[in-house]
């Protein structure tokens, strides 16, 4: 089966979630990722709670169709070995904190001694330089510090508030992936293997900036954002649950007015035009909060999309899982992991038209494919064994998930 990454081979040195997100979106569209783990507890992530038969859902979540192999890279036996491995790789992805690399001897220059042409990625928290690089990180201290934390607090002078999701974990694994492609794509067009440098927090400010700077944008002529535009969500309470309705241009607004019965709000200076509504937005979103709570979310549902009112419920995780049009964009997948049984997660978001998608192959045991890989690249039976015995490596039937 030809995807559109089949036939790259990426090791994958990254743990927690940036950098697994990142490999895993790779591997979901045919590359060969192999992680690299820990032979004593593996990817942290394996130790998270919610777990079944040793597998947690964390873990099983960001590293499906990978192979796992356990190397302790601590013995100069392991080291040999990653870098054997890294001869036969098109992609190299770690995110260990800046300076870790090299001090094991993983660093770029390291690798480039044995595969001068791989495409190099480093995924930091802070930076790779300033006062903060070398600090252990975490996504709250990334939402803090980009300003995300104080734009979802809703002003410059309002209490700050964290987005109840890890976004820049998250969304630093999007940008790494897309930039390795991209890297990957400029060296088949015949430019050198080149170093590829990500940060959470820059990939959250790059974020943020499309939508949330333009107080900062005009050089010279910044302003703070003290004043809040609103804190009232566009979520509305109707007598049987919660629904979002959200309207932006004057047709849409005449729509609302007719469907909520409120042809009065059309007369109302206050919301003559459109930024008009935008400086009179919390008399604007009560008044229609009144309306909404008169009847319920099935009713205002129904009426709203009647007359064309840009709306959808407000569902919970269990009730999504339902949902007719998640059920309709056939995105949630169920299948059975050998270790696990079976599982509920969503094929990968991007679907391509010339490719079919690939079976997905639940998150390996730590170590599952030591053997198998290193016997690939040209490993002899007599040099695994050694690897094993010297407990250099570990393979699936000597430790645990």
């Known amino acids: 089966m030809t995807l559109p990454m089949s036939g790259f081979r990426v090791i994958d040195l990254t743990a927690m979630v940036s950098g697994p997100v990142a490999t895993m979106q790779l591997a979901d569209q045919g590359a060969e990722v192999i992680k690299i783990e820990r032979p004593d507890s593996g990817d942290q992530t394996r130790l998270a709670a919610n777990q079944r038969h040793g597998f947690s859902a964390n873990f099983l979540n960001n590293n499906r169709n990978k192979r796992s192999v356990a190397l ?15 001869a036969n790789a098109d992609v190299l992805v770690q995110n260990f904190r800046p300076g870790v690399a090299e001090r094991i001897g993983i660093g770029e220059a ?7 042409n791989i495409i190099y990625v480093s995924i930091s ?42 976004v820049p974990d998250k969304l630093t694994g999007y940008i790494a992936a897309q930039a390795i492609t991209a ?33 900062q944008t005009f050089v010279g002529h910044e302003f703070s954002q003290a004043q809040a535009a609103s804190f009232i969500d566009l979520i509305y309470q109707t007598t049987t649950g919660y629904i979002s309705v959200a309207v932006q241009n004057d047709r849409e607004w005449q729509a609302l007015t007719e469907a909520l019965n409120a042809p009065e709000w059309r007369e109302d200076p206050r919301f003559a035009t459109f930024a008009d509504r935008q400086d009179n937005i919390n008399a604007r979103l009560e008044l229609t909060q009144e309306k909404l709570a008169e ?75 030591t ?22 490596a570990v393979d699936e039937g000597s430790t645990a998930t």
Request: proline share 7%.
């Open 183 to 215: 890297a990957l794509l400029a060296r088949e067009r015949g430019q050198p293997g080149q170093h590829v440098h990500v940060s959470m927090l820059d990939a959250v400010i790059d974020f943020l900036w499309h939508s949330d700077m333009n107080s």
């Open 110 to 116: 390291a690798i480039r001694e044995v595969a001068p």
């Open 295 to 369: 009847q319920s979310a099935e009713y205002w549902l129904e009426r709203l999309n009647e007359f064309g009112v840009p709306c959808a419920p407000v569902l919970t995780r269990s009730e999504m899982i339902e949902h007719e049009q998640i059920a309709a964009n056939e995105l949630l997948v169920e299948y059975d992991h050998p270790g696990v049984g079976r599982l509920r997660q969503t094929r990968p978001a991007a679907r391509f038209s010339r490719a079919e998608a690939l079976p997905l192959n639940g998150a390996p045991t730590l170590g599952a494919d």
């Open 371 to 392: 053997r198998k890989v290193l016997a690939e690249n040209g490993f002899s039976d007599e040099e695994i064994d050694r690897l094993l015995d010297s407990g250099a």
């Open 72 to 86: 302790d890279l601590k013995q100069p036996e392991g080291l040999a070995a990653l870098k054997r491995l890294c």
């Open 125 to 166: 928290g802070f930076g790779e330089s300033g006062p903060y690089a070398g600090r252990p990180v975490y996504d709250p201290l990334i939402q803090s510090l980009s300003s995300l934390a104080s734009i979802q607090g809703g002003s410059d002078e309002a209490r700050p508030g964290l987005v109840r999701t890890i």
